[in-house]
C-alpha cells in the first residue's frame, strides 16, 4: 500500500468526521478536525489504520464534544441598581419665595394692614434660606415695638382721660400734668409711632441684605 492510499484512508476519515459533527458549533468541530488531521498527517496506512482504530467511531467523537458543549452562553445579569428619584425643589426653598416673602412682611401691612403683615411672617417662617435667628429678629421685634408702643398709646389714653375728668375738681394743673415724666409728651410719642412705621418695613429689607449670597437649597 502506498502513501496515497494512507491519505485516501485520512481523508475518508475526516470527511465522516466533518459529516457527524455538523450539528456541533463551528469554533468546536474546527478544533476538533484539526487535532485529528495533525495525528493521522505523515503516518503510511498500517499506521493510520491503527491510529483511525484508536480514535473510534466519528460519531461517537462528535457525541462527546455534543456532551462537553453548554447549551448556551452564561449570561451574567447584574441587579438593576436602585436609583432614588431626584426630589423636586420646594417652591419654599428658592430665592424668588424668599424675596417675596421679605417684601410681603415689609410692606404687606401697608396693603393691608396687620393682616398682611401676618401673612409676610408666615412666608418668612415657611422658607429656608435664612436662619431661625434671623426670622425670629425680624418678625419679634418690630412686633415687640408695635405691642409696646399700643400698650403706650392706651396708657396716654387712660391718663389724659383723668386728668380732663379731674381738672374741674381738685385734681393736678394742666402744668403739673404736662411735667409728670410718666405721661409722654406729643412729641416722644409722635417719635415712637414714626420708629414702628419705618422698623416694619426696615425687617424685611434687612432679610434681604442677610440673602445676598445664598443660593437655592
Do not use: C
Not at 113 to 125: D, E, H, I, Y
Not at 135 to 156: C, N, R, S
Request: net charge negative; no cysteine; aromatic share 8%.
Amino acid at each position: 500500500m502506498t502513501e496515497s492510499d494512507a491519505k485516501a484512508l485520512r481523508e475518508q476519515y475526516l470527511a465522516r468526521l466533518d459529516e457527524a459533527m455538523r450539528g456541533l458549533p463551528h469554533g468546536v468541530a474546527s478544533d476538533i478536525r484539526e487535532g485529528i488531521s495533525e495525528e493521522l498527517e505523515g503516518l503510511d496506512v498500517v499506521e493510520t489504520e491503527a491510529r483511525i482504530a484508536r480514535l473510534g467511531d466519528p460519531v461517537a467523537i462528535a457525541r462527546e464534544a455534543q456532551d462537553e458543549v453548554p447549551d448556551g452562553p452564561t449570561i451574567v445579569v447584574a441587579p438593576p441598581v436602585a436609583v432614588s428619584p431626584i426630589a423636586p425643589r420646594s417652591a419654599t426653598a428658592t430665592r424668588g419665595f424668599a424675596i417675596v416673602a421679605a417684601l410681603t412682611l415689609s410692606f404687606g401691612g401697608f396693603l393691608l394692614p396687620v393682616l398682611g403683615w401676618f401673612v409676610g411672617a408666615v412666608l418668612v417662617t415657611l422658607t429656608s434660606l435664612w436662619k431661625t435667628w434671623e426670622k425670629v429678629t425680624a418678625i419679634v421685634v418690630p412686633f415687640v415695638f408695635g405691642a409696646l408702643t399700643l400698650l403706650l398709646l392706651q396708657f396716654m389714653s387712660f391718663t389724659e382721660f383723668a386728668t380732663s375728668g379731674s381738672s374741674s375738681g381738685a385734681g393736678p394743673r394742666p402744668d403739673e400734668v404736662a411735667n409728670n415724666p410718666l405721661v409722654p409728651s406729643f412729641n416722644m410719642w409722635h417719635v415712637m409711632f414714626i420708629l414702628g412705621f419705618v422698623l416694619i418695613p426696615a425687617s424685611g429689607l434687612w432679610l434681604l441684605w442677610r440673602l445676598r449670597g445664598r443660593t437655592a437649597r
